[in-house]
T-cell receptor
Framework: GENVGLHLPTLSVQEGDNSIINCAYSNSASDYFIWYKQESGKGPQFIID?????DKRQGQRVTVLLNKTVKHLSLQIAATQPGDSAVYFCAVFSGGYNKLIFGAGTRLAVHP | ETGVTQTPRHLVMGMTNKKSLKCEQH?????MYWYKQSAKKPLELMFVYSLEERVENNSVPSRFSPECPNSSHLFLHLHTLQPEDSALYLCASSQDRPAGGHEQYFGPGTRLTVT
């Protein structure tokens, strides 16, 4: 099956610093990856996605890096703000399972 | 807002009650999903509907019964639940069933407490 994990359950950063949240997956056939943000009392919100034919994709203040060799995915947030405080999930799509598999989440705490 | 709404937002029910959760998407999507989110656990996929047809049932107990009357609405009927069923129930939709991979848009969830 597909195992999707996160390296740290909690990440604390200072406001203005860059944040890096990591995710590992097990199925080398995985071909689509999404990062979600979930704030307290809300459902997961799409942040950015990447397909396996790319190794980097940038959005507004966010960058996703994909290393297919070691089956690792990361989300980088530049100049982290208090509003970035949330739980971040990676989700991995494997065609063989035809569904998204979610990681357990990393809680990002931003301190002033 | 994501274009996916869920009602009620909070629900407390006894183990002998019958209740229903409702989800509506305003995005013109063809696939809808129910997920269960328990504390410190990954999202668990429960059901998938594509064009109103159930295409996946992830070994969910029969006390959870989904219904998809049209592509915009999804229900989860609850009957004789157990305290361990207390969780956040999330509805999501996507343009198509995730063959090829499509992002899913989530509603705010229903916080269910079974007493």
């Amino acid at each position: 099956g597909e195992n999707v994990g996160l390296h740290l359950p909690t990440l604390s950063v200072q406001e203005g610093d860059n944040s890096i949240i990591n995710c590992a997956y097990s199925n080398s056939a995985s071909d689509y990856f999404i990062w979600y943000k979930q704030e307290s009392g809300k459902g997961p919100q799409f942040i950015i996605d990447i397909r396996s034919n790319m190794d980097k994709r940038q959005g507004q203040r966010v960058t996703v890096l994909l290393n297919k060799t070691v089956k690792h995915l990361s989300l980088q947030i530049a100049a982290t703000q208090p509003g970035d405080s949330a739980v971040y999930f990676c989700a991995v799509f494997s065609g063989g399972y035809n569904k998204l598999i979610f990681g357990a989440g990393t809680r990002l705490a931003v301190h002033p | 807002e994501t274009g996916v709404t869920q009602t009620p937002r909070h629900l407390v029910m006894g183990m002998t009650n019958k209740k229903s959760l409702k989800c509506e998407q305003h995005l013109g999507h063809n696939a809808m999903y129910w997920y269960k989110q328990s504390a410190k656990k990954p999202l668990e996929l429960m059901f998938v509907y594509s064009l109103e047809e159930r295409v996946e049932n992830n070994s969910v107990p029969s006390r959870f019964s989904p219904e998809c009357p049209n592509s915009s609405h999804l229900f989860l009927h609850l009957h004789t639940l157990q305290p361990e069923d207390s969780a956040l129930y999330l509805c999501a939709s996507s343009q198509d069933r995730p063959a090829g991979g499509h992002e899913q848009y989530f509603g705010p969830g229903t916080r269910l407490t079974v007493t």
